[in-house]
C-alpha cells in the first residue's frame, strides 16, 4: 500500500510540470502537413468547383449570377478542416494554412467570397474561365484529340 | 461447418434463398413467419450472437419493407443474415427480445425509425425518437424529407417505468453527471442499494444515416462517419469504408490496410488511458486522471504528425487512405510508443498495489458470463466477463490477418477490476502491432484505383473492433452515388443494455464507476438532432454532489 503511494508520488515527481502557458505564450508550432484555416489563391482559380462537390459538409457554394460572373463563397465555420478541396483542386488553388486559432465574434471573419469572371463556351453554353485557358494549355502542354 | 446446409438441412424449404457471395457472409432470405425459428436456433443451437437488426423502406424496389437481422457466429468467423419481406398492410413481425435480451434495444429503434412493429416485445416504449415527436412519423422512411422539422407533439411523451413500491427515485441525468454526457437514468432506490433502474437517452441523435442515404456521397460519408465519436471516429470511417469496399468488390492495396491497422490501434493507444483517467476520476483518484492523460498526450501530437489533425483524422476514402506514412516519421513513433510501454509499464505497478483502488473496483458491476453472452455485450466488456470475443480475431479487417494478431486478453470474474485490466493489457498489446505493422509494411499505392461506378443493390457487413467494442457498418449500396442504406451500431450501444444487470444491488455511490467502466460513449450511442423536454419532480443530483459521495464512500 505504502510503496505503491511512493511509486504514485515518484511517477508525479518525475513528471513535473507539463502544462503549457498557452494563450499567454504563443503555442508551439504545428507539425508539417497540419490541415488549419484554408486559404485559396484567386489568381490560380479557375471556377470549376470541384471543391463544393466534394465538400462533406457543404461549405462552399457556388452561385452564377449570369453568364460572365462565378460567385465561390467559402463559408469557414463550417468547414471540418478534412482538406479534400485542396486535393482535388485541379490547379493547386486551395491551400490548408497553419491557422488553427479562428475563433471570433464575428462570423464575417470566416468568410471569403471571390468573384470569377468567366466566358461561356459557345458549343456546350458552360462557362469557363476567360483568357487563361489555352495560355495555360500552352504552358503546361496539352494532347491532340484524334477526331 | 457448413453453416447454409445446416441451415437447409433443418428448415428445408423456409429458406427462400441463400447466397454467400463473399467468404463468411451468409444472406438468407426466409418468410417474415420463420424469423423467430430462426433466430432461436441461431441464437441458441449454433451460439450466434445477435449484433443488429436493420429496418429498411424498399418500397421503391419491391413495394414492401425489409428487415434484417445479424448474427456473428464467433466460433466459425462467420455472419449469418437473416432478411425477411413485411408486406405494406401487416408492418408486425414476432419480437425476438423474449429469446435474445440483447434485441431489445434494436427493435425498438426498427419501430420508431421504419414503423415496423415487433409484437410480443416486452417493453415496446419510443427508445430513440424525442419525447414530443408526433407518433405514426418515421424518420427513416424514404418518403420522409431528410430537413423536415415535424411539430412537436407533447401528448406522445414516453412514459416512465413505474417505480417500485417501497424504493426511492435517484435521477443521473438528463445531463449524466460523472461523464459530462446526456443520458439518463433513473435509479430505483432501497435505502442504499440499487433495485432497478430506467435507462432514457438519444438526446444526441443526429441523423447521420438519413443524412448518409439521402445527401451525402459515397467519399463524403467518411467524414461524418468519424464525427459519430469523438475517441474512437477512426474506426467508423474504415468500418464505412471497408463495408462500401466489400459491397463494391474493390481491391485495397495492403499498404493502406496497414496505414488503417496502425491507426486503429493508435487510436486504441489514446482512448485506453483516457478511459483510465476518466475511471480513476470517478473513484476519486485524480494522480491517475493527470499522468494518463500526459501519457497520452504525445500519441495525439503523433496523430497530428501522421494526419494533419489530432483527433478526426480524415484519411479514409473509399478504396485506400489519403496520406501516405513516410519514412522519416518512423523513429518519432517508435520513440513514442516506448517511451509510452515504459510509463504504462511504471504505472501498472504503482496501481496495482493500492489497495484503495482494489476496494473500488473488485466485485463491484458483476457481469455474469451467461447475461454477458444473453445480453450480447461486446469488446472488453465482454471479455471482461469471460467471453472470448474480439473482431480482430473472429472477422479480420485492415491487416490483422497478415499481422498475426493472435492474443485474446480475457478475465472470467466479469467485475470492473476484470473490464480494467482487459483494457491495461489490450494497450501494452497494441504498443506491439503497432511497431510490428511499421516495420512489416510493404512498400506500394495507398489508393486503389476505381474506374466504375459502385453497383447498385449489393450488401455488405463490416465490424472493427473500437476500443469499447464492436463498431459494426451495414451498407446496401445504391443509385446516386450514395448508399441505399446505411446502418450504424456503436459498441456503446450493446454494452449499455447490460447496465441495469450489472447495478443491481450495488450501492448507490458504485454505480458512476460501474457504469463507467463499460467506457460508454453516448454521442457514439446516439446518433441523430432531439430536443428533451423533461418533467416530474424528481431529484437530481449534481456532478460535485455524486463526484463527492462517490469519493466519501473510499474513505469509509
Not at chain 2, 130 to 137: I, K, L, M, Q
Not at chain 2, 201 to 218: M, P, V
Not at chain 2, 251 to 278: D, N
Request: proline content about 7%.
Amino acid at each position: 500500500m505504502l510503496l505503491s503511494k511512493l511509486r504514485e508520488a515518484l511517477i508525479c515527481l518525475k513528471a513535473g510540470r507539463v502544462t503549457l502557458p498557452y494563450p499567454f505564450k504563443p503555442a508551439p508550432a504545428v507539425a508539417p502537413g497540419f490541415r488549419g484555416k484554408l486559404i485559396i489563391d484567386i489568381e490560380k482559380c479557375i471556377g470549376c468547383a470541384g471543391c463544393a462537390n466534394v465538400c462533406p459538409p457543404r461549405a462552399i457554394k457556388v452561385t452564377d449570377v449570369n453568364k460572365e460572373k462565378r460567385i465561390i463563397e467559402f463559408f469557414l465555420e463550417r468547414c471540418t478542416y478534412c482538406a479534400r478541396c485542396e486535393e482535388v483542386c485541379p490547379e493547386k488553388a486551395i491551400e490548408m494554412s497553419n491557422e488553427f486559432e479562428t475563433s471570433t465574434n464575428n462570423t464575417q471573419d470566416m468568410h471569403i467570397k471571390i468573384e470569377l469572371d468567366m466566358n461561356t463556351c459557345q458549343r456546350c453554353g458552360r462557362c469557363f474561365v476567360p483568357t487563361n485557358p489555352l495560355d495555360k494549355m500552352m504552358e503546361t502542354g496539352f494532347r491532340e484529340d484524334n477526331d | 461447418m457448413n453453416i447454409i446446409k445446416t441451415l437447409q438441412k433443418k428448415f428445408g424449404k423456409e429458406i427462400l434463398e441463400a447466397r454467400e457471395p463473399v467468404k463468411r457472409k451468409i444472406y438468407i432470405t426466409i418468410p417474415k413467419k420463420a424469423i423467430k425459428k430462426f433466430a432461436e436456433y441461431i441464437f441458441n443451437e449454433l451460439k450466434g450472437r445477435f449484433i443488429i437488426n436493420v429496418g429498411t423502406d424498399t418500397r421503391s424496389i419491391s413495394n414492401d419493407y425489409a428487415i434484417t437481422y445479424i448474427f456473428s457466429l464467433d466460433k466459425e468467423k462467420t455472419f449469418v443474415s437473416l432478411e425477411a419481406h413485411v408486406a405494406n398492410d401487416d408492418l408486425n413481425v414476432d419480437s425476438i427480445t423474449p429469446i435474445i435480451p440483447g434485441a431489445n434495444w434494436a427493435e425498438r429503434e426498427v419501430y420508431d425509425m421504419v414503423g415496423i412493429h415487433p409484437k410480443g416485445h416486452p417493453d415496446s416504449r419510443r427508445l430513440v425518437l424525442a419525447d414530443d415527436w408526433p407518433g405514426g412519423v418515421y424518420p427513416l422512411r424514404k418518403d420522409f424529407p431528410y430537413d423536415k422539422k415535424p411539430k412537436s407533439a407533447p401528448e406522445w411523451k414516453v412514459p416512465l417505468k413505474k417505480t417500485p413500491e417501497k424504493s426511492t427515485i435517484i435521477s443521473l441525468g438528463p445531463f449524466f453527471p460523472v461523464l459530462e454526457e446526456p443520458a439518463y437514468f433513473r435509479l430505483f432506490i432501497e435505502g442504499e442499494q440499487v433495485v432497478g433502474c430506467d435507462y432514457r437517452g438519444f438526446y444526441n441523435h443526429r441523423g447521420i444515416e438519413k443524412l448518409g442515404d439521402s445527401k451525402l456521397t459515397y467519399n463524403q460519408i467518411p467524414f461524418i462517419a468519424e464525427r459519430i465519436c469523438g475517441i474512437c471516429g477512426f474506426i467508423h470511417s474504415t468500418c464505412y469504408c471497408e463495408a462500401v469496399e466489400e459491397a463494391a468488390e474493390i481491391e485495397v492495396p495492403l499498404r493502406a490496410k496497414y496505414i488503417r491497422t496502425i491507426m486503429l490501434e493508435l487510436e486504441r493507444l489514446h482512448s485506453h488511458p483516457l478511459w483510465l483517467g476518466i475511471a480513476g476520476h470517478i473513484i476519486g483518484f485524480e494522480t491517475v486522471l493527470m499522468q494518463t492523460w500526459r501519457m497520452r498526450e504525445p500519441i495525439m501530437w503523433l496523430c497530428e504528425a501522421i494526419t494533419g489533425n489530432r483527433k478526426t483524422y480524415g484519411l479514409n476514402l473509399v478504396g485506400g487512405v489519403r496520406r501516405d506514412i513516410p519514412k522519416d516519421l518512423h523513429p518519432k513513433i517508435m520513440d513514442v510508443l516506448t517511451t509510452l510501454e515504459k510509463e504504462w509499464k511504471t504505472l501498472l505497478r504503482a496501481i496495482q498495489g493500492d489497495t484503495t483502488l482494489m476496494m473500488r473496483l473488485k466485485n463491484v458491476g458483476r457481469l455474469s458470463n451467461e447475461d454477458a453472452k444473453k445480453i450480447c455485450v461486446t469488446g472488453p466488456t465482454a471479455r471482461g466477463s469471460g467471453v472470448d470475443i474480439d473482431s480482430r480475431l473472429d472477422h479480420p479487417y485492415a491487416a490483422y490477418s497478415e499481422i498475426g494478431f493472435k492474443k485474446v486478453v480475457s478475465y472470467p470474474e466479469g467485475d470492473t477490476l476484470a473490464r480494467t485490466l482487459v483494457r491495461l493489457e489490450e494497450t501494452l498489446i497494441s504498443i506491439d502491432i503497432v511497431k510490428r505493422a511499421l516495420q512489416e509494411m510493404p512498400e506500394g499505392p495507398i489508393m486503389a484505383e476505381i474506374t466504375e461506378e459502385i453497383p447498385p443493390g449489393k450488401e455488405a457487413v463490416r465490424v472493427v473492433e473500437a476500443p469499447r467494442g464492436e463498431a459494426i457498418h451495414y451498407v446496401i449500396t445504391g443509385p446516386d452515388n450514395r448508399p441505399f442504406r446505411w446502418k450504424v451500431r456503436a459498441p456503446t450501444y450493446a454494452n449499455l443494455q447490460a447496465i441495469p444487470v450489472m447495478i443491481q444491488g450495488l450501492p448507490l455511490a458504485d454505480v458512476p464507476i460501474t457504469i463507467g467502466s463499460i467506457d460508454p460513449c453516448f454521442s457514439c450511442t446516439e446518433r441523430m438532432i432531439v430536443v428533451d423536454k423533461r418533467t416530474g419532480k424528481e431529484k437530481v443530483i449534481t456532478h460535485n454532489e455524486l463526484l463527492e459521495y462517490s469519493i466519501k464512500r473510499k474513505l469509509k
